[in-house]
């Protein structure tokens, strides 16, 4: 093959103790998986199959990242998520089998422009560009499978400037991780590399710039970022 026209674009990748990086494929998240979380966004949480959409790599920062007030919104909201990294692959994956897949979990937000987002809700739009924005996706170091064991409880939480927005337990998901990795397996072929973003409790709101977002999950490693003025492109 003739060389690339310029340099490829950096992989994105995660830390992954000790002494491994986790490089980054998809960023795959799910729409409302907390049952008090799809009542505040005016979803139905007993009658909906699991959705999905995606960020790109790209989107990903690492903890103790400064992540600039993006453009285009004026109500950015934290969404504090228990995040699966994917080490194996395959379609049509059977929830027993699903764990097998799993390399590890860290501690993500999907960060979202809500006031976006509700716009293009009204008019029948794709939500991209109110949740796959640049740094939208900030992500923790990855706890590797091996520690933890499958995670299918522990307390999640997310603190602004301290103060708790957000806390609940993994084990109020609607989906477990298994049964989302079988879902999403149906319409795509998963790879390694894949993260998977599973959906945030309620609790979620609006951040400034100068705002520190916190988010714990037990067991893995932190997530904490700071919001700070937009850079100016003049
Ligand atoms: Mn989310």
């Known amino acids: 093959m003739s060389d690339y026209a310029f340099a490829p674009p950096p992989l994105a990748a995660l830390p992954a103790p000790p002494g491994t990086s986790f490089p980054v494929r998809r960023i795959f998240c799910v729409g409302q998986?907390?049952?008090d979380h799809a009542k505040e966004m005016g979803g139905n949480p007993d009658?909906?199959?699991p959705f999905f959409f995606m960020k790109p790599a790209s989107a990903i920062v690492h903890d103790g990242a400064a992540v600039p007030y993006p453009a285009g919104t004026r109500d950015l909201q934290h969404e504090a998520e228990l995040v699966v990294?994917?080490?194996g692959g395959g379609r049509n994956i059977a929830p027993e089998r699903a764990n097998e897949l799993i390399f590890g979990y860290a501690t993500g937000l999907d960060m979202t422009k809500r006031d976006l987002q509700t716009e293009l809700r009204k008019k029948g739009r794709p939500w991209e560009m109110a949740k796959s924005?640049?740094?939208s996706a900030p992500c923790s170091a990855i706890t590797p499978k091996a520690k933890t064991g499958a995670l299918s409880r522990g307390g999640i939480e997310c603190k602004v400037n301290g103060v708790v927005r957000q806390r609940s337990d993994l084990s109020a998901m609607i989906w477990p991780v298994a049964q989302i990795i079988a879902f999403l397996s149906r319409e795509i072929e998963i790879a390694p590399g894949d993260l998977i973003f599973t959906g945030t409790p309620?609790?979620?709101?609006?951040?400034v710039s100068g705002d520190r977002i916190e988010a714990a999950i037990e067991g893995l490693a932190a997530l904490a970022i700071e919001i700070v003025e937009a850079q100016s492109f003049g």
């Open 33 to 35: 998986n907390y049952r």
């Open 47 to 49: 009658e909906e199959p």
């Open 202 to 207: 309620a609790g979620v709101g609006p951040v």
């Open 133 to 135: 924005f640049d740094c």
């Open 85 to 87: 990294a994917i080490s």
